[in-house]
């Protein structure tokens, strides 16, 4: 029981006791609470107080800022204005100064005009004292002189007339024979060096082409049954057979040379064959066409190694091979192409040229010969196209267009490919000309020369290398003969085509005759 007390006591002093201490704790907590109250209080009081001053005294720092910024505004805006016040001023003042100077000029130009005035008057005046001068020494010199002025002048200017006329023969006598001096021995020199290592001896080739028989026998398989062979040939090659009575001998013509060559080929394997009937014919001809294409291809190539000139459009070197079977004048357009070739080569190197672009031009100037039988244009057009087609040098496209003279050489190139060809062209045994062509020329020469006024009559010699002229002494005088040759030369250049050149002699012949009675 006693124990049960105890701890009833030692309970209720515990209980009493906690309670103590919890009020004694929450006394202390609210002291606290309120001391941390009256602190955050006074430290916000504070806060407030020393947030007014700061914001008053920056209120006070941007006041005195502003009104600084102020002066300063009015200050520049102070100083612009009577900058621009000042320049105002500059600019009355220099306004003012021109104005000045402008009535100053207008003021020195109406005096200026007003004695330009006086002085035309004065000016007007004399001249027409001039021509009343004039007019009157006029009169004296027409009476003087017994001519009027239009018949003075007209005998004034045939005075001059004739002694411009004398000084321009003279003239040209000295200079032409001065030029042709010096011309004639350099070319001697220069062409005979040429031809001298250039010795070429080519044969006339015919324009068409014979096939030998081994019999007449033969003739008749060619026909075959009502001439089937004979039009299945024509037909495949595009060639005319003419058989007639010739023994053992059938003739192919044709315009074209490459085709007259491929039906020679395919009609002379027939006959060795002896198989002939349509569908050989065709077999053969297709065989013939490959291999006159491949000798055309080795003729273009032989041509460009045997000339030295390389780097050629392999349709360039095909075309070059096709003037192996050209003719011109019955002369072969492939050796005559390698002959100019080498000639203006060795002119080039006399004269210190290009040779190598001689060389190339002179290869290629008749290139055009290989296709003027099949499209439209003379052989000299066709050529400058092959050439620009191809892009060649500017110097070789000019000297094709102008070996005929048909335009203006542009380079020394040109003028020796001129040479060249007409060396080649010229040299005895080169061409042959049917007689009527010769004829025609001929008859031209004396044509062009009687149609000049003067001429009396007019022979063409030495195989129409020159052209004789007899003039009337009383209409052609010395000084015009010059002149008139010339004259004649020129439009014998401008009309005919003609190799090498033709010599124009003007002979005029004074006769004085009396007899003594």
């Not at 002694?163 to 030029?179: F, P, S, W, Y």
Request: glycine share 6%; hydrophobic share 40%; aromatic share 2%.
């Amino acid at each position: 029981m006693g124990t049960i007390i105890v701890w009833i006591v030692t309970g209720i002093v515990a209980v009493v006791f906690a309670v103590l201490g919890f009020a004694i704790g929450w006394m202390q907590r609210r002291r606290s609470a309120e001391s941390t109250i009256h602190s955050a209080e006074d430290e916000a009081r504070r806060i407030l107080n020393d947030a007014m001053k700061n914001a008053e005294a920056k209120k006070k720092e941007a006041l005195l800022e502003a009104k600084d910024e102020i002066h300063t505004l009015r200050q520049e805006t102070e100083r612009d204005l009577r900058e621009r016040r000042s320049e105002v001023q500059r600019q009355e003042h220099r306004i003012q100064q021109k104005e000045e100077s402008l009535d100053r000029k207008i003021d020195n130009l109406e005096s200026k005009e007003e004695k330009l005035a006086e002085r035309a008057k004065a000016i007007e005046a004399k001249l027409e004292e001039c021509d009343r001068l004039k007019q009157s020494q006029m009169d004296l010199l027409e009476k003087i002189s017994g001519f009027s002025k239009e018949q003075a002048k007209n005998h004034l200017l045939q005075l001059l007339d004739g002694e411009l006329t004398h000084e321009k023969a003279v003239k040209i006598l000295e200079m032409e024979q001065q030029t042709k001096d010096e011309a004639d021995r350099i070319a001697q020199k220069i062409i005979g060096s040429a031809i001298q290592r250039c010795a070429a001896d080519h044969s006339s080739e015919m324009t068409v082409s014979v096939v030998a028989l081994p019999n007449d026998e033969m003739k008749g398989r060619i026909i075959g049954r009502e001439g089937r062979n004979v039009r299945a040939l024509e037909t495949a090659t595009g060639v005319d057979l003419i058989i007639d009575d010739t023994p053992e001998t059938i003739t192919l013509s044709c315009f074209d040379p490459v085709r007259r060559e491929i039906a020679r080929v395919a009609l002379e394997k027939l006959v060795v064959d002896g198989r002939i009937h349509p569908a050989r014919i065709e077999e053969t001809v297709a065989k013939a066409t490959a291999e006159v294409e491949a000798i055309i291809r080795q003729e273009g190539e032989r041509a460009m190694i045997e000339s030295g000139v390389h780097n050629l459009n392999p349709e360039v070197v095909k075309l070059l091979g096709k003037l192996r079977y050209r003719t011109s004048y019955g002369q072969n357009v492939l050796n005559h192409s390698l002959e100019v070739c080498h000639i203006a080569g060795l002119i080039a190197a006399e004269m210190g040229a290009d040779v190598t672009l001689a060389k190339r031009a002179g290869l290629l100037h008749d290139i055009g010969k290989a296709l003027d039988h099949e499209q439209e244009g003379s052989h000299i057009q066709l050529g400058v196209e092959v050439a620009k087609k191809y892009r060649e040098n500017e110097v070789v496209i000019n000297a094709i267009h102008a070996h005929h003279g048909e335009v203006e050489p542009k380079s020394i190139i040109a003028f020796i490919i001129q040479a060249a060809d007409a060396i080649s062209a010229a040299r005895p045994g080169a061409r042959r000309e049917n007689i009527e062509n010769y004829i025609k020329r001929l008859e031209k020469l004396e044509e062009i020369a009687n149609s000049f006024n003067g001429v009396e009559t007019s022979f063409a010699i030495q195989a129409g290398r020159e052209i004789r002229i007899m003039v009337k002494p009383e209409v052609v005088g010395e000084d015009e003969m010059v002149i008139m040759s010339r004259d004649i030369a020129q439009r014998i250049e401008n009309e005919l085509e003609y190799p090498g050149q033709i010599k124009v002699n003007v002979i005029r012949e004074s006769r004085a005759v009396n007899y003594a009675k």
